[in-house]
């Protein structure tokens, strides 16, 4: 929201400063974004009038002029202006003056001299509308200052609006907030109703109730298209930030910003067969005043006639029926229109427009008919015209119900005391109503605060009257307790200081991910897709991490970051059947070399068992990796990670194709794993030390090459003794005198007791029954 401050104080006048001000509205929770000064710094520029004009003796383009500056005598000034002309009103600069970007002094231009400057608007620091002088009106009053006779001392105050305040989308409901704030009185603007001049009415048919309860309308005839905006009208619409097109749009944009009511202005000759307000056929078009042409659908609000639709109703207008130099007769529009109605029209047409903001975040109801009656008001001074009567249609519009309040909790919820006048007079400079029903309290809020519908609402408002910097922090007084930590939780934290440990970096990404990434990482065909999302690119909810820490790759690639080894911890969602499933994963990444640059070992790229090498260290995690296919991973390097017979995530490459898809130079390790199907952990169990020696003995198996070490080892373990201590692989062999085909796996038995010595035929007996159990089952051969 942007304003000039001299506009804001016809309304309400505070005794403070621009900074005082902007510092009473920001602790106010209407914080003041920026403050810019109307025009730079410039002194020593009058008004001034010029006599007469004659061409410079040596200069075709050069004019000599006598200008009257308010003084006994007239001064002479060369000017180079094409448009200069005597008896205009022009900015003056004497001798001396400084302007932004010069400063004037005495001179002779080519032989005649010359005693000041005569300005366009870009020398003194304004937007140049026409190329030479900045022509003044004739009424201008010769020797003034030019800033004060143009307002250039003002400020423009730009607010950061939070969504719920739109009540503060208008310079009256700024007065209305700056004279809560401050106590000062405001002087609102009031508008009795314009009397009709004839009878001319157009049919208003609402077929849309509920999404627009109440719809104003009203004929003005005979107006005229080439009458000017006058220049104060002007100078508030573009101080704050809207261009001036014609006068009858003019007056509407300026209904909007001084009342916060939206209007438009349709030429009554380019209508048929009445208005109707309706919901939209799906693939309707319109072509919009913007020059874009929209296709509409079904849940689209529209303003139509007999032709179709005219304009998008609380968005934008139709070209087919603006205001334009040959308009004569207006049909002017004033509507509440219901927040569900507008929100996400505009955005899902790529529009952004002052109406659908306001309407988006709710609009007075009860400001619509002042808004016409001031629109009026304002046509008939400027355009002239005759008004007829106004149309109104209205159905159920939104009501007011009092809140409940409890001064008790008032205290209790801010940690100070404010007596019942203290409150009541708060709320009432606000414009609640209040009715003392003794502990309780049952509070009004007017039609503008769409804000306020619970005692926390009341109460914070009671906290902003108040100041938040006069609320004193008080350090809070409780007893605290260490809470018990179930150590057979898989803690989260736990698995991060793991990681982070192992050299990865903890990256957080957005949940809101690109379509794409999921299309091409998920391994489900179901996508979560946002109704309102904040851009395309974010418009599905992710099933997977590894999108994001893909695009955070290449983020830190483009930074020329060659090793790159991240993970986040963070929840994923998941359709399932007719359920939400969100389930918490850990994911991580690994790219380029295994090793940050040393002397001490050479440089090779990360891969498929560097990681796997992580995951096996896991604390009190024992993983099972079982070969299978993933659609976003290489075939022959994945890997599907299993927990006690459950399938729990995914280890492997980056399948080629993707690599080409996401702009990779090489393809990185990626693992998932879904931490609510960890279960509980196995706690360490002290045993002492055995005094008794250890024997070990080598097993060296011949299997054939799809025989995992896992399921051996896992073969092994299930047929040992209780006395075997270690079961470990310690050499792979393939090679002359190993058939093709097969691998020779050579394993260390390690056996001990802790109550006594081992004898030869125990530890014979063991070691046969582990080899006849891996000969059985794997197929396998016994190595001599």
């Not at 606000?430 to 804000?451: A, K, M, N, S």
């Not at 393939?734 to 394993?747: D, E, N």
Request: glycine share 8%.
């Amino acid at each position: 929201m942007q304003f000039p401050e001299s506009w804001l104080r016809t309304l309400v006048n505070p005794q403070l400063s621009t900074a005082e001000l902007a510092h009473r509205l920001t602790m106010a929770g209407l914080e003041v974004e920026a403050i810019q000064p109307a025009a730079p710094p410039f002194s020593g520029v009058i008004v001034g009038e010029v006599l007469s004009v004659e061409s410079h003796p040596d200069a075709d383009r050069l004019r000599v002029c006598k200008v009257n500056v308010g003084e006994s005598s007239p001064l002479q000034i060369v000017c180079g202006a094409s448009n200069v002309a005597a008896g205009q009103k022009v900015p003056c600069a004497r001798a001396g003056a400084r302007l932004p970007a010069m400063e004037i002094g005495e001179a002779k231009v080519r032989g005649i001299e010359s005693f000041g400057m005569l300005c366009g608007a870009s020398e003194i620091g304004l937007e140049d509308k026409v190329d030479g002088l900045l022509v003044l009106p004739p009424d201008a009053t010769v020797g003034t200052d030019i800033r004060t006779y143009l307002a250039l001392d003002d400020s423009i105050i730009t607010l950061k609006l939070t969504p719920n305040r739109a009540d503060c989308l208008s310079l009256i409901g700024l007065a209305r907030e700056v004279s809560a704030v401050t106590g000062t009185r405001a002087y609102l603007p009031s508008q009795p109703p314009v009397m009709k001049e004839i009878y001319d009415t157009f049919k208003v048919e609402v077929h849309a109730s509920e999404a627009c309860p109440r719809y104003v309308g009203r004929v003005i005839k005979g107006i005229n298209p080439d009458a000017p905006t006058p220049d104060w009208m002007v100078m508030r619409l573009e101080r704050s930030g809207i261009r001036s097109i014609s006068a009858p749009v003019d007056i509407t944009n300026y209904v909007l910003l001084e009342l916060g009511q939206p209007m438009h202005a349709f030429d009554l000759d380019k209508l048929a067969g009445g208005i109707q307000i309706r919901w939209a056929s799906s693939g309707e078009k319109i072509a919009l005043l913007n020059e874009q042409s929209a296709e509409l659908s079904s849940d689209m609000l529209v303003i139509a006639d007999s032709s179709g639709p005219i304009a998008l109703a609380g968005i934008m207008g139709g070209a087919a029926t603006a205001v334009g130099l040959e308009t004569r007769n207006v049909f002017l529009e004033a509507a509440f229109f219901s927040p569900e109605a507008i929100t996400g029209r505009a955005r899902r047409l790529g529009l952004a427009t002052d109406s659908s903001h306001r309407f988006e975040r709710g609009v007075d109801y009860s400001n619509t008919n002042m808004a016409m009656e001031r629109a009026t008001k304002l046509m008939l001074e400027i355009c002239g015209g005759q008004p007829g009567p106004v149309v109104e249609e209205t159905g159920k519009l939104p009501r007011r119900e009092p809140i409940k309040l409890r001064p008790k909790r008032v205290t209790k919820v801010l940690g100070i005391e404010l007596t019942h006048e203290v409150m009541r007079g708060y709320l009432q400079r606000l414009g609640l109503t209040v009715r003392d029903d003794g502990e309780t309290w049952h509070v009004t809020p007017p039609g503008y605060r769409f804000d306020l519908e619970i005692e926390e609402d009341l109460i914070e408002e009671l906290a902003r009257l108040h100041g938040y910097d006069q609320i004193e922090a008080r350090a809070p007084h409780a007893g605290t307790i260490m809470l018990p930590v179930e150590e057979t939780v898989h803690a989260v934290s736990l698995l991060r200081n793991f990681l982070a440990g192992r050299d990865y970096q903890e990256v957080i990404t957005y949940s809101f991910v690109d379509p794409a990434w999921e299309e091409a990482l998920s391994a489900s065909d179901t996508r979560i897709a946002l109704k309102n999302p904040i851009a395309s690119q974010l418009s599905v909810m992710r099933s997977t991490l590894w999108g994001g820490l893909i695009n955070a790759l290449a983020n830190n690639l483009n930074r020329q970051q060659s090793r790159v080894r991240l993970f986040e911890a963070g929840r994923v969602y998941l359709q399932e059947a007719d359920r939400l499933r969100q389930p918490h994963h850990l994911a991580g990444l690994c790219y380029g070399p295994a090793f940050a640059e040393q002397w001490g070992v050479a440089e090779r790229v990360v891969d498929f068992f560097d990681v796997k090498g992580d995951l096996e260290n896991l604390p009190g995690i024992a993983l099972e990796y079982r070969p299978e296919n993933h659609p976003a991973l290489h075939p022959g390097q994945c890997a599907r990670l299993y927990i006690n017979g459950n399938p729990m995530g995914w280890l492997g490459t980056l399948h080629h194709k993707l690599v080409q898809h996401f702009d990779l130079q090489a393809a990185p390790v990626l693992f998932e794993i879904e931490l609510d199907v960890l279960g509980n952990r196995v706690l360490p169990r002290h045993q002492g030390l055995s005094r008794f020696p250890s024997v070990r003995r080598d097993l060296a198996f011949l299997v054939d090459q799809g025989v995992t070490v896992e399921a051996i080892l896992k073969t092994m373990s299930e047929a040992k003794e209780s006395f075997v201590r270690e079961l470990a692989l310690f050499d792979l062999y393939q090679g002359q005198g190993v058939p093709a085909g097969q691998k020779s796996l050579a394993f260390r038995v390690v056996m001990q007791d802790t109550e006594r010595t081992l004898t030869e035929p125990e530890v014979e007996t063991a070691v046969t029954q582990i080899a006849e159990s891996v000969i059985n089952r794997h197929g396998a051969k016994l190595r001599s």
